[in-house]
């Protein structure tokens, strides 16, 4: 069993910036490899950025050099800080656990498929 919390979601205009932050009540926490994941509207749930438990990092292609992904697993908390922000990041944000052990390959890390446990979510959405 596993609990993930979000926070740091909220209103700002393009170009602002928030930090949001995850944390996991979840055995083995710095075994696993965790997720960002968003929803919008309408639309499927997509990948944003992974870390897994060796601190690699993998990034979506429309959040590269806009977002990062850092995790700390001395409080069981993930990341996901979020600068030059855009109309179209505008979405539900989720963060997700992956099973023990996360054996995931850089390529699986960024398929929901891969994970196991998720939070309920932080809205974050972004005026123009």
């Known amino acids: 069993q596993g609990q993930l919390v979000e926070s740091g979601g909220g209103s700002v205009q393009a170009g602002g910036s928030l930090r949001l932050s995850c944390r996991a009540s979840?055995?083995?926490?710095?075994?696993?490899?965790m997720g960002w994941f968003r929803q919008a509207p309408g639309k499927e749930r997509e990948a944003v950025a992974a870390i897994d438990s060796s601190a690699i990092t993998t990034y979506a292609d429309f959040v590269k050099g806009r977002f990062t992904i850092s995790r700390d697993n001395g409080k069981n908390a993930l990341y996901l800080q979020m600068n030059s922000l855009r109309p179209e990041d505008t979405a539900v944000y989720f963060c997700?656990?992956?099973?023990?052990?996360?054996?995931?390959?850089?390529?699986?890390?960024?398929?929901?498929?891969?994970?196991?446990?998720w939070g309920q979510g932080t809205q974050v959405t972004v005026s123009s």
């Open positions: 997700a656990a992956s099973r023990l052990p996360c054996t995931m390959a850089i390529a699986d890390l960024l398929s929901p498929l891969k994970y196991t446990y």
């Open positions: 979840i055995s083995y926490y710095s075994e696993r490899c």
